[in-house]
């Protein structure tokens, strides 16, 4: 660890979320107030291979805050998974005098930064930027809560064709292998069902389900799906065997898909990425290595990269008991 940091590199990495930009900014704006260089890293670790730096200051993120995506732009880079690319990196980290970098993304650019840093005692500090929410070591990840927005939204035009049709849709949304974003935007869109991979509910009981829903008087229906459900081999799989069962349903479905990455960011994750990007380039200064910057019950924590890549994210129980309630 250097005496003082007097210098630190930030790239965003991995798929892009809202909040990214507003990171972005609260680590340039932080380096600043602290009289410490910040270096932009372009398209990730590929860009930290190249070379791609670029030095920034307060006004380099003037009206950014509001923006979706990310102006460092994003890339996988394949060539940082090798111990080849990671020593060019680092003589290129060296070379602009970098002491240390922020990296903003999920749990694959954490891995890398992890690596990296245990191959070369670098300081590296996370801030978890992904719509998923599948981040161990936080309550809330840059991009979740504009995601589950965007998602109501889509939603509930959906259901105004349903309504007008007496349709039923199959609404697939993101999520990876956890069903934190189909399990809010279900009940905060008033789904009549709601499929997660964290909870079985099998083909039968959905029957079961959309049939109560007639029998009580509803002529359309709302399913949400998250994309890593286990229930049908996909969702148009799921369309097919309702079509086949039930034949007084006119089924339809909506992917959603990168729409849910996109767009304004919310007021809730523009003051989260504020306050991750202050307490990740303060950590630092204070000597802290190898963490991911996380806020659990509303305080800022750093939980070790390890964990917050190795642990698992826990679907909300007392949400799923609300979501049955709500469906009844």
């Known amino acids: 660890m250097p005496d003082r940091i007097k210098k ?5 990495s991995g798929g892009d979320s809202p909040g990214m930009n507003a990171a972005l900014r609260s680590v340039v704006r932080t380096c600043a ?3 410490i260089i910040c270096v932009g890293i ?28 990310t102006i460092l732009k994003s890339a996988r880079s394949t ?30 650019s954490f891995t890398g930064a992890m690596i990296f840093s245990e191959e070369y005692s670098f300081p590296v500090m996370g801030i978890p930027g992904t719509i998923d929410n599948d981040i161990f070591g936080t309550n809330f990840t840059l991009g979740f809560d504009t995601a589950l927005n965007t998602v109501v939204d889509a939603i509930d035009k959906i259901r105004d064709t349903a309504s007008s049709h007496n349709r039923l849709f199959f609404v697939e949304v993101m999520g ?39 029998r009580s008087g509803k002529s359309s229906s709302i399913v949400v799906v998250a994309e890593g459900d286990k ?35 919310s007021c809730f994750d523009r003051v989260l990425a504020s306050r991750m990007g202050v307490k990740a380039v303060e950590s630092i ?27 698992h994210t826990k679907i909300d129980v007392e949400l799923l008991r609300v979501s049955d309630i709500m469906t009844t």
């Open 8 to 12: 630190i590199g930030v790239l965003t």
């Open 33 to 35: 107030y602290h009289n």
């Open 42 to 69: 372009y398209r990730g670790y590929q860009g930290m291979i190249e070379g791609d730096f670029k030095e920034m200051n307060a006004r380099s993120v003037n009206n950014i805050i509001n923006k979706g995506g």
């Open 79 to 108: 060539e940082f998974r090798t111990r080849e690319g990671r020593e060019k990196a680092y003589d290129n980290l060296k070379a602009e005098g970098i002491d240390a970098f922020v990296v903003i993304g999920g749990d694959g």
């Open 176 to 214: 990876r292998d956890v069903g934190h974003i189909a399990l809010n935007a279900g009940v905060g869109a008033g789904a009549e069902e709601i499929l997660i991979p964290e909870e079985d509910l099998g083909l039968e009981r959905l029957l079961d389900s959309l049939k109560r829903s007639k």
């Open 231 to 265: 229930i049908g081999k996909n969702v148009f799989e799921l369309k097919e065997y309702v079509e086949e069962n039930l034949l007084d349903y006119d089924v339809r479905v909506s992917v959603l898909g990168h729409m849910q990455r996109g767009g304004t960011p």
């Open 285 to 311: 200064i204070e000597g802290s290595t190898n963490y991911m910057v996380g806020v659990i019950d509303d305080k800022m924590v750093l939980t070790p990269l390890e964990k917050a890549i190795k642990g």
